[in-house]
């Protein structure tokens, strides 16, 4: 699992892919700390985040498109799968490549709490907590991202299913107003990451969001196992 | 030693394995042989665990793939058909990765610089795989079913694509690893698996349709000797005079002067053979012992099994 890992990361850093996912990310937290800290003259980061979530929806298709699709094109998996690596090693060692360079791309939100340090006392809990949010959110994402880059082998439908997951994901708290039926109103709000993320901005370390996202995480992670495991009888 | 018994393996309808059973020894060279499509990639590709069988069992060294498959796959080195190649890595990078993930207990760098040696791409170390020749991804992916010195390697058409002197040298390189490993390598090239194998099994259709040792393979398939002959003279005088001969059994004209003669397996012809033609006003301009070619006892063997 380690070596997966670690090619995994170094992988995105032999491509573009991880220079532009970290220029991108940067660009735009840069851009929301400017106006919602530097330019309102605030010290809450809380809008700089809730905005991040339509931002993070498109970066990790990017990051995670070509996680299993371009193995299996170039038929790099045989190597995987006939080495002595269980499937669920193979899938987590992939998950832990993709969300070590997602967190470092959230370790840029350390380095504007330490901008604020320089006017004012940031508020740590927050920060932190939040910062925690979007790791959970974003292994979420990734999980769901890696699940469909399993099932194909073009990197550009992977990358366009993830994007598509990532509206439906984003639009399920409009849908959850249009719909009319208390029912699945309700459904909709107990599965919409934006409402499971923003306790997390607020500072709120909520156990039900932290199990929501880790649920997410573990339930696309296994089925990209059970991808891997009926390919091999089929 | 790898043990496959009773293989079978359906795709939907297609039956692509029916009943495949055979054993390579250690210390084996065992060739693997069929045409495209008969069903070789798919019988590698379930030994080493990359696909599961409908029925029937692999075992290596004792241990089951399915049971334990982790402990088969430590023990197999494979070469699949397109070498498994990362092309944004460097040939040093991506052996340093699969020693990492294959868990190899030696010295690392020191392990991998000597199976570089083997198949002698230290000089390509620091480049992008994706800037080598075919010759050289080959070797790569032939270095990676190397590393961790496994006891028994699998080679799926390990010479396709290379020219011929590096066949050559894949070919002494398989030769002298057959020593101290199990190896089981497929082609379609008849003339490699002769020159290189201990045993061959031929497969077509996902049926196996000969498993033998090589040298004695044309003489099971054919069960008489053949002989090759140059003779001038009148056709037909020269047919009777062969015909008459005891021990023949077929006579057939290949090209005006060339005679191909049919006889029993046990009996040597070529004396009787010699003194009937110069009783006639016939010469022999050439005789030679021909079993028949790996080429033409595969032939035999598919359109046997067609029918």
């Known amino acids: 699992m380690g070596a997966i890992m670690k090619r995994e990361l170094g992988s995105y850093f ?3 892919t991880g220079y532009i996912v970290l220029g991108v990310f940067t660009f735009f937290s840069g851009m929301f700390f400017y106006f919602y800290c530097l330019y309102a003259d605030s010290s ?6 809730s905005n991040m979530l339509m931002i993070v929806l498109f970066l990790v298709p990017i990051i995670t498109m070509k996680s299993f699709s371009e193995e299996k094109r170039q038929k790099t998996d045989q190597a995987l799968l006939t080495a002595p690596v269980s499937l669920t090693g193979i899938v987590m060692g992939k998950f832990f490549g993709a969300f070590l360079l997602y967190a470092i791309c959230n370790s840029v939100f350390l380095l504007y709490a330490f901008i604020i340090m320089l006017f004012t006392t940031p508020d740590w809990a927050v920060i932190l907590c939040t910062v925690l949010g979007m790791l959970l959110m974003g292994a979420a994402l990734i999980a769901i991202g890696i699940f469909i880059s399993a099932m194909t082998e073009s990197q550009v439908i992977a990358a366009v299913l993830s994007i598509g997951a990532g509206l439906l994901i984003y639009m399920i708290d409009s849908l959850a107003n249009l719909v009319g039926v208390d029912f699945i109103t309700n459904i909709l709000n107990a599965i919409s990451f934006n409402r499971n993320f923003s306790n997390f901005t607020y500072g709120v370390l909520d156990l039900a969001n932290t199990v929501f996202f880790l649920s997410i995480t573990a339930v696309f992670l296994f089925l990209t196992v059970r991808v891997f495991e009926k390919r091999r009888w089929s | 030693m790898v043990e496959v018994k009773n293989l079978c393996k359906n795709y939907g ?13 250690s210390g084996e060279v065992l060739g693997f ?12 590709n379930i030994i080493t665990g990359y696909l599961s069988a409908s029925s029937g069992t692999v075992t290596v060294d004792g241990d089951e793939v399915l049971d334990n498959p982790r402990a088969v796959k430590s023990k197999i080195g494979y070469l699949p058909e397109v070498p498994p190649l990362y092309p944004d890595m ?15 207990r030696l010295p690392k760098d020191e392990h991998i610089r000597e199976v ?6 230290d000089d390509v170390r620091g480049r992008l795989i994706k800037n080598l020749s075919k010759g050289y991804r080959q070797r790569v992916g032939f270095a990676q079913a190397l590393l961790g010195n496994p006891p028994v390697l699998i080679l799926d058409e390990p010479t396709v694509g290379l020219d011929p002197k590096q066949i050559i040298e894949i070919r002494t390189l398989i030769k002298g690893l057959g020593k101290k490993h199990t190896v089981i390598f497929s082609s379609h090239v008849l003339s490699e698996v002769s020159a290189t194998c201990d045993r061959v099994v031929m497969i077509h259709n996902g049926r196996i349709v000969a498993d033998e040792k090589v040298g004695e393979l044309s ?23 062969l015909n008459a001969v005891d021990g023949v059994r077929k006579v057939t004209r290949t090209a005006s002067q060339c005679y191909t003669v049919e006889h029993d397996s046990d009996k040597d012809v070529r004396r009787a053979v010699f003194c009937a033609i110069a009783r006639t006003d016939g010469a022999i301009l050439m005789m030679r012992r021909g079993g028949m070619t790996l080429e ?11 029918v």
């Open chain 1, 44 to 49: 809450s980061m809380t809008y700089v985040f």
């Open chain 2, 296 to 306: 033409e006892s595969f032939l035999r063997l598919t359109e046997r099994g067609e």
């Open chain 1, 14 to 16: 032999h491509s573009a």
């Open chain 2, 116 to 121: 570089m040696c083997i198949v002698k791409i």
């Open chain 2, 219 to 241: 003489e099971t398939i054919s069960g008489s000797g053949m002989l090759e002959l140059e003779i001038e003279g009148s056709a037909t005088e020269i047919a009777q005079a």
């Open chain 2, 90 to 104: 460097t040939v040093e990078g991506y052996l340093s990765f699969l020693f990492d993930l294959k868990a190899v």
């Open chain 2, 33 to 44: 042989l069929g045409p495209n499509g008969a069903g070789k990639s798919t019988t590698m």
């Open chain 2, 13 to 25: 309808e297609i039956k692509a394995l029916d009943d495949i059973s055979f054993t390579a020894n």
